[in-house]
DNA sequence: CCGTTCCGTTGAAACCTTTCAAACCGAGGA
DNA sequence: TCCTCGGTTTGAAAGGTTTCAACGGAACGG
């Protein structure tokens, strides 16, 4: 492998300018059929490949854009990354998915490192959406929307799913189930869905008239199917008089967790105990009790957030907006007797 | 948001030249803590970042590697990820992700744009690991290595583990357990790794001397859960004197969708039919019944091929080498009456 | 036969950084 | 006092592409 070549030497072979080239490159319907051809022979016949860099420093935009994402296991997100991925993919650029997994740090070195590249534009399902790493990549010109979350002031576009509407739906599904008692099983309180969709639950009880102290909270660590199948155990734990007879897990991991502690109990669902989870990821429909979940517009979710990154990036009267998706219900078995 | 500011720019203002910039930013060591000083000011005042194609562009290199990968959704791919991960930044690199969704043209898509961006290397989990688009990413020059894939050549480091050996642990395991009527479930053939799961069960099976027609094989389009459900619906179709006692799926999804099939239909895991799949992924072990699964060093194999291609990367005598793991039998509840 | 027009092509500048040989400067030794 | 030496700093070149004003020539109308 020579070192590569580059547009004069694709000149230099072809006997044309180096401009020439450039143009058969960029806009080939300026160039002649005859110059055209002999030009892409030349390319060919050394194997020339644009040097990228070269190309965005002179041109200065990227044709890449990146989405950070919190958890790349979780169904979620990928789902999220596969709209983007198709708005991108229709503006002819590259998405580049980097895994933050869960790591301020990592988050951080991530969007620097990114907004050194200048691509187009970043979409991130940031650790703490109030972070102040996000504000340096503003200043520093590069376009960014926030996926997943909210933030206080309205300083960036966002999308994302009215979670406080998603906890309401949930529980309203329960309670017309004839459940006076609930465990809302979630955390930890950090995180602004849990608090959301906890919030929705809460909104959804007092509108049912049911007393406070019945919507019983089990608190957990992280969004893992791990840390839904400990809460599983601490909810059998309590004294069957006084045992929730449903719950309402803030995502799908742990409700998918929750199931198999309690199948592993051989406990019922939604017998013993019924069954709501959050997000309807494909393994929802698919476990072994199909799961009611809250569904988000994912794929949506995904696609509105790179179409507004790139009206950022290309639009100079781009206005920053917060776009709030609805949430829907799919019953399935795991709350019908 | 005034135009990015430069090197120049941050020179102008602490009164040094632009060669000592770059020294602050690249051999900090060389220059006196006082200018130093001044100029780390100049930055910060100027929110200065650094240009990084003019950086590659010049420096020759960049500092970025990439894992082109089959399926994001499938936990196997993001775990070898992580590895990659680990390994990445320890070498100061950072690592993108590109989802080729098991669609050969997006996978040359994102190949064609990772070569022109330069980047240090490729690893890549490949639609076809004997396709052409390969060998042009190594004429260009990037090296590239094939993850959880193999080559008919030689002209590439892969990394992947012993699938023959994988496939017989497993058919070894269910033969101890007394199983004398066996279903392969996997497909489709067009996968080296189905192939060899198949041939290691098939050597198995020979091996006990049991006769060859009572191992069937069915067939799925993809290696997901509702092919899984879908494969479960058909054996269970079979004629119960003539059904199988024991299934061997190529991965774990297909092994989830049928467990789901079966939990569905009424039937016992593993009464009815013991299962085992392959790859043990986080949910396997998590589901309702856990799976025994062949397990697969996921994030060693990761960390291995970052490792391999950063030593094609500088290392001027570097040979390549294919790297085969070995995989290991988790027994777990599925086959265990 | 001349003047326009239009299309295709050219050449040089610009993008921003890194690199490296050379210049600089103050200190210590002769 | 002059030299040498070490550590700092400098200035210019280089890297590969895009852009754009300017150019050449053919076709066309007069």
Redesign the pocket.
Known sequence: MA?????????ALA?????????V???P????????AKVEQAMRDLG?????????????RSRTLAYVLLDARNPFFTDVAQGAELAAESAGLSLFLCHSDNRASREGDYLAHLVEQRVQGILVTPVDPNAAALDDVRRNGTPLVIVDRTRDDDHFCSVAVDDVLGGRLAVEHLVEAGHTRVAFIGGPETIGQVRDRLAGAREAWVAADLPEDQLVVVGTEALTVAEGRSAGERVMGIASSRRPTAAFCANDLLALGLLQQLSTAGLSVPGDLAIVGYDDIEYAAAAAVPLTSVRQPRQELGRRAAELVLDEAENPDHLHQQVVFTPELVARRSTRG
């Open positions: 070192k590569a070549s580059s547009v004069k030497d694709v000149a006997h044309v300018s180096l401009g020439t080239v450039s143009n490159l960029n806009r319907e300026r160039v002649s059929p005859a110059t055209r020339f490949v644009r040097n990228e860099s070269a190309r965005q420093l002179r041109a200065g």
